[in-house]
């Protein structure tokens, strides 16, 4: 297997897991009240695991952090996306679909990075 494709595969197999981790925050933090929405119930596990105050890769540069070689980001959730699909075959005047695409915004705690010129 080639490095682009199991790149991907990889890409594929944490959104999948974002999705189940997702499912499981409906089932038992929002049914009992303890948040309100997956993402922040997505950020209560994060904690739970020392990883708290979340920032882009991009965020922690700003602030003169790098992100320790070989941390691997959390995903959330980002705002979702209206796509419109062209339908195969339009029949009786019908539309394009309009669907929601819901990206993946990635992450990391403080605990993943390290001043820079440090590492």
């Known amino acids: 297997m080639n490095t682009q ?24 933090l929002i049914a009992t009240g303890q948040c309100k929405t997956v993402n922040e119930g997505l950020r209560l596990i994060y904690q739970k695991e020392g990883h708290s105050n979340l920032k882009s890769f991009f965020e922690w540069k700003k602030e003169g952090r790098n992100i320790k070689k070989g941390e691997e980001a959390l995903l959330l959730w980002a705002t979702p996306k209206q796509i419109k699909k062209a339908l195969k075959d339009k029949t009786d ?10 990206p993946v915004v990635y992450l990391f705690s403080e605990s993943q990075t390290i001043e820079k010129g440090k590492d």
């Open 93 to 102: 005047g019908q539309d394009d679909i309009t669907t929601q695409y819901f």
């Open 5 to 28: 494709s199991s790149k991907k595969q990889k890409q594929i197999e944490r959104k999948n897991n974002l999705i189940a981790l997702s499912a499981q925050v409906k089932q038992t």
